[in-house]
């Protein structure tokens, strides 16, 4: 576990345009009084083979069990690994949504639709 902690830190540090953004509309429970966590380690236990696999989640919500994914172009090359690590999140419970990161470029459009992604969320709870 030392190691994703690590690579973690590393990747808070490398943010990208897209990620700054965002972040500094939800840090500080700046969006619907939640708190964030930006490049967050999630590890999930495999029940067949009984190991464990672990992912960084580009921002975390823990009350709400939300992972948010910013996609760049390199996520058009890799599709197929975000849809089986997308599968295995949420059969762990958690909630994934992923975005590009040109929705960002309208941020008021992109934060309310997070916010109807966060109110479908409270309904189902």
């Not at 939800?26 to 969006?31: A, D, M």
């Not at 690590?85 to 990161?101: H, I, P, W």
Request: glycine share 6%.
């Amino acid at each position: 576990m030392g190691t994703i902690k690590y690579r973690a830190r590393e990747l808070r540090k490398l943010q990208t345009p897209s990620e700054k953004l965002l972040w500094q509309n939800l840090r500080g429970k700046r969006f619907q009084n939640l708190k964030f966590r930006r490049q967050h380690p999630i590890t999930i236990r495999d029940i067949q083979s009984g190991g464990f696999t672990y992912f960084i989640a580009d921002f975390y919500c823990a009350k709400l069990k939300l992972v948010i994914e910013l996609d760049g172009k390199i996520h058009h090359d890799q599709r197929f690994e975000d849809e089986l690590r997308d599968k295995a999140l949420e059969e762990s419970g958690y909630k994934v949504v992923r975005y590009t990161n040109e929705q960002l470029n309208n941020i008021e459009k992109f934060l309310t639709q997070l916010r109807d992604t966060i109110q479908g969320i409270k309904g189902e709870n």
